[in-house]
């Protein structure tokens, strides 16, 4: 069964730091760009950060741009998405998608979703 998985989200203070994980099961990463999205209550699903396949592609949205960053472990078949200096904005669920063609950061161009982990940044 082709799939990803998310991990690693919690409750964290401002300031604090996750790493979240998105594993892939049933097929290989190697050729997939890979992006992290999030979604809050009420808003539509938004990007956060995106690799390309060959690591000639990175996207970060400006929101998140120097306290977040991407990487890929291909031989683990995983992506990871560092959070570092978290905001309560950064407050919603993270779900991890897989793309093909020309990589480009917007939901609609992902699938494969998992189904998504938590993320609540609050004092």
């Known amino acids: 069964q082709v799939q990803l998985a998310e991990s690693g989200g919690g409750l964290v203070q401002p300031g604090g730091s996750l790493r979240l994980t998105c594993r892939a099961s049933?097929?290989?990463?190697?050729?997939?760009?890979v992006g992290w999205f999030r979604q809050a209550p009420g808003s539509e699903r938004e990007a956060v950060s995106c690799t390309g396949y060959n690591d000639g592609y990175t996207y970060y949205a400006d929101s998140v741009k120097g306290r977040f960053t991407i990487s890929r472990d291909n031989a683990a078949n995983t992506v990871y998405l560092h959070m570092n200096s978290l905001k309560p904005e950064d407050t919603g669920v993270y779900y991890c998608?897989?793309?093909?063609?020309?990589?480009?950061?917007?939901?609609?161009?992902?699938?494969?979703w998992g189904q998504g982990t938590q993320v609540t940044v609050s004092s």
């Open positions: 998608g897989d793309a093909l063609g020309q990589p480009q950061c917007v939901p609609s161009h992902y699938g494969d």
């Open positions: 049933g097929f290989s990463l190697d050729h997939f760009h």
